[in-house]
């Protein structure tokens, strides 16, 4: 048998290195108070990346004299994205301040959908962030298996051998076969599986160099059973295609 199978204006344009220090001459100003003088970027989390996770984060912040954060607790946020947000937001710095605790929120928005090849964090204001994730090129399986877990499936059916494992094309497209092939592979050579039926379509995806690649399997593992390969060897052999008529 064969096997089937994207309100404020932006006061700056970009924030493109995690923990970036800002210079004394180019801290960040803007309503909020005290000045951030650094900010940590979380990382988009690859658990929420999987799941296609958006949403808004705010931290509540501690923060002592000298401008380090003692205390980050999350106020509201997506259960995949608060921790990272927490993490990071203990690594903020502040202006000092005239011995004086404060605490403060600060936004963290994660936009799945602005996802890209570079990745990048958008500063929104001083205490609002946008965290554009970058795209994990992934390189796709060539080989599936469709090995069977039972036991009892270890052997053919017809020939009561036990079967053997093989790497096999996978052939997509259109398939056209003899007539009476069908019939006689359930009863003759059930277990060939020369090849495994893919589908109508390949499946490909861009890479991030503009480069095409299939992301369809190319190969299959199985297993045959070599009496069915020969049987269907000699059943081919005696049932030619029929000559088309011209």
């Known amino acids: 048998m064969y096997l089937r199978s994207t309100s404020a204006i932006f006061c700056v344009t970009l924030l493109a290195v995690v923990g970036l220090t800002l210079p004394g001459h180019a801290r960040l100003q ?7 003088i650094q900010t940590k ?5 690859a658990i929420a990346l999987a799941a296609h996770a958006s949403g808004t984060v ?7 004299a000298g401008g380090n954060v003692t205390a980050a607790k999350v106020n509201r946020g997506h259960p995949l994205l608060a921790t990272v947000s927490r993490d990071a937001a203990m690594n903020w710095r502040f202006e000092a301040t005239s011995n004086q605790e404060l605490k403060r929120k600060v936004t963290l928005v994660f936009d799945y959908d602005a996802i890209s090849c570079t990745g990048r964090s958008v500063v929104i204001s001083p205490y609002h962030l946008r965290i554009e994730p970058e795209r994990i090129q992934t390189i796709p399986p060539d080989t599936v298996s469709y090995l069977p877990e039972n036991p009892a499936e270890q052997f053919c059916p017809v020939h009561k051998t036990r079967l053997r494992k093989d790497r096999v094309d996978i052939v997509y497209g259109l398939i056209g076969f003899k007539a009476g092939y069908e019939e006689a592979e359930k009863k003759i050579f059930p277990r060939a599986n020369l090849e495994v039926l893919g589908g109508c379509v390949v499946e490909t995806q861009i890479n991030c160099d503009g480069s ?7 190969y299959a593992e199985v297993l045959y059973c070599p009496a069915c390969r020969r049987a269907q060897a000699r059943w081919s052999k005696a049932h030619l295609w029929p000559k088309s008529k011209l």
Do not use: C, H, R
Request: no cysteine; net charge negative.
């Open 58 to 64: 705010v931290i509540d912040l501690e923060i002592d």
């Open 30 to 36: 803007g309503l909020e108070s005290p000045a951030v």
């Open 41 to 45: 970027v979380p990382a988009y989390p």
């Open 212 to 218: 095409q690649v299939q992301s369809s399997p190319k």
